[in-house]
Each structure stands twice: as structure tokens, then as C-alpha cells.
């Protein structure tokens, strides 16, 4: 495990290694035909509950959807909408997962949406002992959330 920060918070209340392991079974499912880049996400919610998602790609291109929002959709659906972390899993469709898969901007938009961004851990992963540890507003810095618009 590489700590890419100092500061970054105690993750002994997150089960690292099996939002990891989730997030590697997750990406066995994903549909990818046209990139052959398959992601896995596994998303903890305050309530302990995992989720998992994959990416689903469409001929059509703008109606894919990537493993992150996949899994947040699936939390939110189920009625949890407090996240705490989320661990991704990518790579070659033929290849090992030998590279990190960071979430894309919009992807990181979505968690900002469901979590607490100073909080919030995001794990990349290349397997369960190979992984990094961020926070999200080191990942997405001066971001926009539900508190900056006027109820």
C-alpha cells in the first residue's frame, strides 16, 4: 500500500482489502466491447453495505456508463445516499490489472454528490496488496456539491 498522504485518515473502519476484492469480481461482469477496458467498483456506504458495479458500454458511446456510477446508482437506488469510500479495479481486457484506474470527472462529480469530499477514501487498485488511498477532494480540489446551491 502506498499512503499518497500523511494526513489521510485512519481506514481501519474500512475493509480495504475486500472493497477490493468486490471490486475485482465486480469487473469480471463488465461490458466492454468496444474499448476492452474492464472496470470493477465496489462503494462502502455509511451503513457498511457494499455495492458493486461494472462499466456497460453501448455502441451508441454517450449512454455508457462507467463501473463508479453504476455502483453509486445501485446504492442510492437501495436508499443509501451517504458514501465513505470506494475501491476500483481496471484494465486491458486481456491484460492484468497492472496499471491504477482512476474514476473519470464525471464519475468524481457523482461521489461528491454522496459523500463528504474531505472524508471520502478513494482506493485504486491493481490487486489487494498493490493500492493507493485518496481522499476526494485531493482527487477533485475547490469541487461543487449540494452545499453551494441556494434550497
Known sequence: ????NKN?????????KELIKSAI???KKAYAPYSNYLVGAAVLTNELRIYTGC????AAYTPSICAERTAVNKAVSEGCRKLKAI???GGPKDGLTDQYAFPCGV???VLREFADSNQF????AKNENDYKLYRLNELLP???????LNY
Open 1 to 4: 500500500m502506498e499512503n499518497n
Open 8 to 16: 489521510l485518515m485512519e481506514v481501519n473502519n474500512i475493509p480495504v
Open 25 to 27: 469480481e465486480a469487473r
Open 55 to 58: 462499466n456497460i458500454e453501448n
Open 87 to 89: 475501491a476500483i479495479v
Open 107 to 109: 464519475c468524481r462529480q
Open 121 to 124: 477514501i478513494v482506493i485504486v
Open 142 to 148: 475547490e469541487s461543487f456539491g449540494p452545499e453551494n
